[in-house]
């Protein structure tokens, strides 16, 4: 073999090699890298029968939030994340022992506050973990292994500690270690308290405690009963203990109405709308589910209980759940309609590694990541923005004008049920009940179909009552009519002998 044809064989290998080697690492290459309007999550939604449909993103990553960003020492385990009603940011920085407060855009910070003048005493903080701003602007901060809530000023200027909460319904070994903490507009502060699973901690707006608030009964299955009452004192021991659930996030709305999320092993309800009364309102939707993913599904990266570890009220009745299990947010109405699901664990742009709280500002969904140290934000598209317009539209009661939102969202979707429902919803408000029935049986809604077929039937009765008793009279005269006119046919042929 010559020289000069063994080096263009030489050349030739190279070259292939090269395209190989540059064909894999375009495969194995980091997605971080990914364009902007790349989405490196499934966006998903569940049917009538819960089964996984794709939908287009309703939300997108918008950026992460850093603490060399904002040129300060190094977040460490931030665990809690709010926004005031002027738009500051408060971030729980939990293990720097501190709160770091910034501006609406979170491209500065205002003002840390790691200390305050407690009566003449400097006094620290010691693992806050959740953190609060109520109506009226005062910062409230669960100290956690200080056992209080401390309430401060905007500005860090001591006001009072909450703590120690004293009654006889507390047993004697309790002992109150503040996770999250909110309040309502009337200034009463309710606390999850690691292991207390009576429920949330109530204190009024002087620090007394009043109570628990909103416990999770634990139903236990007549399989469950059947076993217990047989098995024998070692198997029950090691059984599961049937207690009730603990809280893991709790967030309030203008009516004062408690959003309480907790981890719900069937997958069926891991958030509480809890009324004055520590009552559980929330309504639950078609598919009778407010626990993010579908408990069972046959196929797919979808199977399994959520794990829900926090939740956000927006407005106009929506909320969404952050699962920590999936990294995954999950959005519902007031009426428990799922609306979108986005989000995901992993490495790349705009997926969580440990999410733990969750928080809106505007059209914003803010994520803080405890491993990452960040915060994630992430913005509407079309898409969201078309169902969040439809969704506040029916909330403030113009459903009509939600029809071409919802029949915008069609376009871009056109299986959307929701949508579907949407539209019968508004038909169904402005009497068009025909209409109504007809996207009803689309989106696969049997309660309200059968809403509209009785109004329809009923509006078909009305139209036509006078032809119909017109009808009705006619046979009853004709009845009658024939009725004599045989009584005396009947008598004649009896006289001729004929009968």
Do not use: H
Request: charged letters at 25%; aromatic letters at 12%.
């Amino acid at each position: 073999m010559k020289a000069t044809d063994l080096s263009k064989r030489n050349k030739t290998f190279s070259k292939m090699v090269a395209v190989i080697m540059a064909a894999l690492m375009l495969l194995c290459s980091d997605f971080s890298t990914l364009a902007d309007d790349e989405i490196p999550y499934d966006t998903y939604n569940y049917n009538y029968w819960k089964y996984v449909v794709k939908t287009p993103a309703a939300y997108v990553p918008d950026g992460i939030v850093t603490a060399a960003d904002l040129d300060i020492t190094s977040f460490s385990g931030p665990q809690d994340i709010c926004v005031s009603d002027d738009g500051e940011v408060y971030v729980a920085d939990t293990g720097n022992n501190r709160v770091v407060v910034m501006n609406k855009a979170m491209t500065k910070v205002n003002r840390i506050i790691d200390s305050f003048d407690n009566e003449g005493k400097k006094d620290t903080f010691n693992a806050p973990y959740g953190v609060c701003v109520s109506e009226n602007g005062q910062l409230y901060v669960a100290d956690s292994e200080n056992a209080r809530v401390v309430v401060l000023s905007p500005e860090g200027e001591f006001i009072k500690i909450v703590d120690n909460p004293q009654s006889e319904i507390l047993d004697d070994d309790f002992a109150f270690v503040p996770l999250k903490v909110t309040v309502d507009y009337a200034d009463r502060v309710y606390v999850i308290s690691k292991g207390a699973f009576e429920g949330i901690l109530v204190f009024e707006s002087n620090g007394d405690f009043t109570g628990y608030f909103g416990t999770i009964d634990v139903k236990i299955t007549p399989w469950e009963k059947f076993w217990r009452r047989f098995a024998s004192k070692e198997e029950r021991s090691n059984q599961q203990l049937y207690i009730p659930t603990e809280f893991t996030g709790i967030d309030v709305d203008s009516g004062g109405f408690i959003y309480a999320s907790n981890i719900d092993s069937e997958g069926v309800q891991a958030v509480r709308r809890l009324n004055p009364q520590g009552k559980d309102v929330i309504q639950k939707g078609e598919n009778g589910n407010v626990g993010g993913d579908v408990y069972f599904q046959p196929y797919g990266d979808y199977g399994g209980a959520s794990e829900i570890t926090d939740v956000v009220y927006r407005n106009k009745g929506i909320y969404s759940l952050l699962d920590r299990k999936r990294g995954r947010i999950f959005t519902y109405d007031k009426e428990g309609n799922l609306l979108y699901i986005f989000g995901g664990i992993g490495f790349q742009k705009g997926t969580f590694m440990t999410p733990v709280a969750i928080e809106a500002i505007g059209d914003e969904i803010l994520v803080l990541d405890a491993e990452r140290n960040s915060i994630l934000k992430f913005k509407e598209t079309n898409y969201g923005t078309l169902i969040n317009d439809a969704v506040g539209l029916r909330f403030d009661g113009d459903e009509t004008k939600a029809i071409d939102k919802w029949k915008a969202v069609l376009k871009l979707d056109e299986n959307n049920e929701l949508a579907n429902n949407g539209i019968g919803k508004a038909y169904l408000t402005a009497g068009d009940n025909k209409n109504a029935m007809k996207y009803f049986k689309v989106g696969m809604n049997r309660k309200y179909y059968s809403i509209a077929f009785k109004r329809y039937r009923n509006d078909i009765l009305a139209k036509n009552m006078s032809l119909i008793m017109t009808v009705v009279i006619l046979l009853i005269a004709g009845g009658i009519i024939y009725s004599k006119w045989n009584s005396k046919r009947k008598g004649k042929k009896k006289k001729e002998g004929l009968l």
